[in-house]
């Protein structure tokens, strides 16, 4: 177990539950009673939710050209379009749902905290169904939402659409986004794409962060082997072949180049370790799946990648697929295209499943709450300060409404929290609307009172100095006696928060 590891009992109770069950999994398979997959699925569908409404969002499962979707509607009225979520679940193209506990949590959660649209796609699943049927799915899905007719519906602006996934859903998102955004006949685009811990390749199945998680947290890497294998075939030379780096076939050498990591890599993650290509020709048989940028989107030549939004990776350092996420990040950038990238030096693999009950694992929550901020750039040069007015203070004491400052359209959000800092008037305001600032005493989370309309939100530690590191403003020098901070967050403009205005 890591040294930096947060919660580190936690982890452990998760990492021998996840090898317990591949143990019996295996041992099952082995002796003929079911197979890994069957038996893997089988818990995962004990997790699954019903489609229950509360009283700020509708939730309803429905289809869209037949592909079943868990659909995510504010019940606020809205005078403008909404924005929308399009979003991939992860779980190796084999298991899980969008109707999980963790999903439908987080989908809630994103539906109630944007005002936004949010679909939940449930594609098929290997290896009842072999790619490329995750993947039409997933554009089949995509394309029938971006019709005009579908974004009338349900109120959703077009010009604020965000594609988003974790893990192998955060390689369908990548793959349907390519797609999406080099098809001349499809009007709408992609907005941003928010891919959280992707698997973008399998063409190289010997990179450091396969070497260094071998026998990684949830996740290791005969396990990802096994899954991916799947994804293409129930062959089992596939895999045996992938553990060897031995899979491509003999045609397969000019790929090499997009996932050449020693060139890719940042120096840190490259390490001591010695680059050696892959042996082709390992399989007495060829997969044109192996060769395909919808299986393996990493695979991608540069004019395909040159046409691609805003784009947002967050990668974890004890990941077995750590790389994958890293070198896209890289190539991305080398073409011009605009990348925020976070990278968690103590996240593990499929953090964000286990926000809910019985783990309420943080690191989960800190990937959730990051993603909220995800259109916000990390590389973003720190702003001028900006002259604004101060808030009135009340007159009719902690009950009565003060009227609201007017911030002016280019103030930056730590600009106004600076400056509210000095101002009583926000605590007044705050409580003339009920709006209760929640107190945590185990660890400094700040609150974040929005513009008219919006609701508070937490935001962590982690993320506060990730802002203090942009607009270069003490973050901590505030008079009110509480453990959280009032931030005032007002209309950013297009270059500070992109997708999320």
């Not at 004019?303 to 805003?310: D, E, T, Y």
């Not at 499929?350 to 916000?376: E, H, K, N, Q, V």
Request: aromatic content about 10%.
């Amino acid at each position: 177990m890591p040294d930096n590891i947060e919660e580190s009992w936690k982890i452990m109770a998760l990492d021998a539950i996840a090898k317990t069950c591949t143990f019996t999994a295996m041992c099952f398979e082995n002796m003929g009673i079911m197979r890994y997959e069957e038996f893997i699925s089988m818990i995962f569908r004990l997790d699954y939710t019903q489609p229950v409404s509360d009283e700020y969002i509708t939730v309803t499962d429905t289809t869209f050209v037949d592909i079943p979707v868990r659909l995510y509607l504010p019940r606020r009225k809205s005078e403008t379009r909404r924005r929308a979520v399009i979003y991939f679940h992860g779980g190796g193209f084999c298991f899980g749902s969008s109707k999980q506990r963790a999903f439908d949590f987080l989908n809630r959660w994103t539906a109630n905290t944007l005002d936004a649209v949010v679909v939940g796609v449930d594609y098929r699943l290997a290896p009842q169904h072999h790619f490329p049927a995750q993947f039409e799915d997933g554009l089949a899905a995509v394309k029938f939402f971006l019709l005009e007719k579908i974004l009338t519906k349900y109120g959703v602006d077009p010009t604020r659409i965000c594609i988003s996934g974790d893990s192998s859903g955060g390689n369908l998102a990548t793959a349907v986004t390519q797609q999406v955004q080099n098809d001349a006949e499809i009007k709408h685009k992609i907005k941003m794409q928010v891919l959280l811990y992707p698997g973008l390749q399998i063409t190289d199945s010997y990179l450091p962060s396969h070497r260094e998680n071998e026998h990684g947290i949830v996740l290791t890497r005969d396990v990802a082997i096994k899954l991916v294998s799947l994804y293409f075939t129930k062959d089992e030379a596939l895999p045996q072949a992938m553990r060897r780096n031995q899979h491509m076939p003999l045609e397969s050498r000019h790929l090499f180049k997009f996932v050449n990591w020693s060139i890719l890599l940042p120096e840190k993650y490259r390490k001591d370790y010695v680059y050696t290509e892959p042996i082709l020709g390992g399989l007495s048989y060829s997969l044109p799946g192996l060769t395909d940028s919808r299986a393996l989107p990493l695979l991608a030549n540069d004019s395909q990648l040159q046409n691609l939004p805003l784009t947002y990776i967050l990668t974890c350092q004890h990941d077995v697929l750590r790389d994958d996420g890293l070198m896209y990040v890289t190539r991305l950038r080398n073409v011009g295209v605009q990348v925020v990238h976070d990278h968690i030096e103590d996240g593990i693999h499929g953090a964000l499943s286990y926000m809910t009950s019985p783990f309420y694992l943080r690191l989960g929550l800190r990937i959730r709450d990051i993603g909220r901020w995800a259109g916000l750039p990390s590389t973003m040069p720190a702003p001028p300060p900006v002259p604004l007015p101060m808030a009135p203070q009340t007159t009719g004491g902690m009950g009565s409404a003060s009227p609201r400052p007017s911030w002016g359209p280019h103030a930056t959000p730590l600009a106004v929290m600076h400056h509210l800092s000095g101002s009583h008037g926000v605590l007044s305001e705050l409580e003339a609307e009920q709006q209760p600032l929640q107190l945590r005493a185990a660890a400094p989370l700040f609150s974040l009172p929005l513009a008219p309309n919006k609701a508070i939100f937490s935001l962590s530690t982690e993320l506060l100095q990730r802002f203090k590191k942009i607009y270069a403003l003490d973050v901590y020098c505030f008079p009110y006696p509480l453990s959280q901070a009032v931030m005032c967050m007002t209309s950013p403009t297009e270059a500070t928060d992109p997708f999320f205005l």
